[in-house]
């Protein structure tokens, strides 16, 4: 079974930088194909970036390309999301996900962490 644990959130200001982790254990994280999503209050779960099982070309929402970095690295079994410039709007609950198949990378993942909390001030 395998078990996803992010950190990293926390407070930060406005057009501050923020790196998440994804620490990955069970089996080795180049099985998967893996992504971040967010939820806000109120918000339903979105995507927001997703990364093929060894690397390859990302996938990004709208919303965080070109602020957010997604990259993994198997030989530590951890995915991060580097975010900089971040916004007030990108105060959410971070999840890390994963997956094993499927050829979208925005959608389809059935192993999530618990999530870590992200708060941007104004």
């Known amino acids: 079974q395998v078990q996803l644990v992010e950190s990293g959130g926390g407070l930060v200001q406005a057009g501050g930088s923020q790196k998440l982790s994804c620490v990955v254990s069970?089996?080795?994280?180049?099985?998967?194909?893996m992504g971040w999503f967010r939820q806000a209050p109120g918000k339903e779960r979105e995507f927001v970036a997703a990364i093929g099982r060894i690397g390859g070309v990302p996938s990004y929402a709208d919303s965080v390309k070109g602020r957010f970095t997604i990259s993994r690295d198997n030989a530590k079994n951890t995915l991060y999301l580097q975010m900089n410039s971040l916004k007030p709007e990108d105060t959410a609950v971070y999840y890390c996900a994963a997956k094993t198949a499927g050829v979208l990378l925005t959608t389809g993942y059935n192993y999530w962490g618990q999530g870590t909390q992200v708060t941007v001030s104004s």
């Open positions: 069970g089996r080795a994280s180049s099985t998967y194909i």
